[in-house]
């Protein structure tokens, strides 16, 4: 299973988010992501589309569970190559 989460980033907290700091929980796959999040706890509900990378926030805890569940650890850098990805497949899909 391809699953990343990216670096824990301080954020705005907000009446759905009352937390300090997050990452994004991201696979190349909808499928694979889905099927994670599920493993981890998360709603469907959760789930980010609209900001151009899908993905779900993580927070520190979750972090830490995802990891020790197989998610794989990235930087900025692999983070910007799967929203790449997400690019070119919502273009062909035009």
Wanted: aromatic content about 10%; glycine content about 6%; overall charge positive.
């Amino acid at each position: 299973m391809s699953v990343y989460v990216d670096e824990m980033l301080p954020c705005i907290r907000n009446a759905n988010w009352p937390y300090n700091k997050s990452c994004h929980l991201v696979a190349v796959s909808f499928q694979e992501l889905h099927t994670f999040a599920k493993e981890l706890g998360l709603k469907r509900a959760w789930f980010h589309y609209q900001s151009g990378l899908p993905h779900y926030d993580l927070t520190t805890r979750m972090r830490r569970k995802a990891i020790r569940l197989g998610a794989t650890p990235i930087g900025r850098e692999e983070l910007v190559l799967i929203m790449r990805i997400y690019r070119q497949h919502a273009e062909k899909g035009k």
